[in-house]
């Protein structure tokens, strides 16, 4: 049966889209990719010779339809995504959409831009005794999020916050995380177009953050980064896991106890 395949084309670097995604846009008659976020090139390497549309200015409707006409003529369809398609990807309604044609589907996921960014900064983002949460949200904007999940409300755990789609709001943003557990010491990293030939980094703290962005004119397609895990590495304030401690005995090694 032919099916339609979500794909995410990972962060920007054309090598971070997965083995399987790879294939499946080689191998794609019909591609429906995300223009405005997604590197053309990427998809003039994988499928060269396939239809290609740019979704930017297309609407539900008009991408379902490219889709659904893929499928009918036994075409092999590919909607591709930008990162992950499960994190701001708008594809439930796209999902929707298929179940009412009666058109199957299948999900391939991709590199997301804040592990994109994280390895930009080389940085892990759960330290031992710093941060065990990573929490992926969002300012609202023209899409509004749930009460509780207000900025300001997060903010009150103190946990690793990976902020989406809120860089041209940067002076919201920090005010609303300096209403919880974050102080303006707090360290925060702004990376724009992780892993693209044209990644920007800029890094400081709530206090100074926001004057940085601007000055760097980073406006889209950044990834906001805060929390303590930053300032562990050049302060020492990390402890190492129990994983590798030789001390430590799990099921596949012996701790030695000296």
């Known amino acids: 049966m032919t099916i339609v395949h979500f794909i995410g084309a990972g962060p920007g670097d ?43 200015s297309m609407t539900l409707e008009e991408t379902t339809a490219v889709l659904a006409q893929a499928v009918a003529d036994g075409k092999r369809a590919v909607r591709l995504h930008t990162g992950d398609p499960s994190i701001y990807g708008a594809i439930q309604e796209q999902m929707a959409e298929l179940d009412r044609l ?7 996921p991709g590199v997301t831009s804040a592990f994109a960014a994280a390895a930009t900064l080389r ?10 949460t990573v929490i992926i949200t969002r300012l609202a904007g023209r899409t509004p999020v749930p009460e509780r999940e207000k900025l300001s409300e997060i903010a009150k755990i103190g946990a690793t916050l990976v902020i989406y789609l809120s860089v041209s709001m940067v002076e919201q943003v920090v005010a609303e995380l300096l209403q919880g557990a974050y102080t303006p010491a707090t360290p925060v990293a702004v990376v724009a177009k992780a892993s693209w030939h044209d990644e920007q980094t800029v890094e400081g703290t709530l206090a100074d953050i926001a004057g940085k962005v601007r000055e760097a004119e980073i406006g889209k397609q950044a990834i906001i980064l805060v929390g303590d895990v930053l300032k562990a590495r050049r302060e020492g304030l990390a402890s190492k896991s129990l994983l590798y401690d030789r001390s430590f005995s799990h099921e596949f090694r012996k701790g030695i106890v000296t």
């Open 14 to 56: 054309a090598e971070l889209i997965t083995v399987k995604g790879a294939r499946l846009l080689r191998e794609a008659d019909v591609i429906v990719y995300a223009g405005s976020l997604v590197d053309r090139e990427l998809v003039r390497a994988y499928a060269p010779d396939a239809e290609v549309c740019d979704s930017a």
């Open 102 to 108: 009666g058109i199957g589907y299948a999900v391939v």
């Open 123 to 132: 940085q892990e983002l759960t330290l031992p005794e710093v941060s065990q």
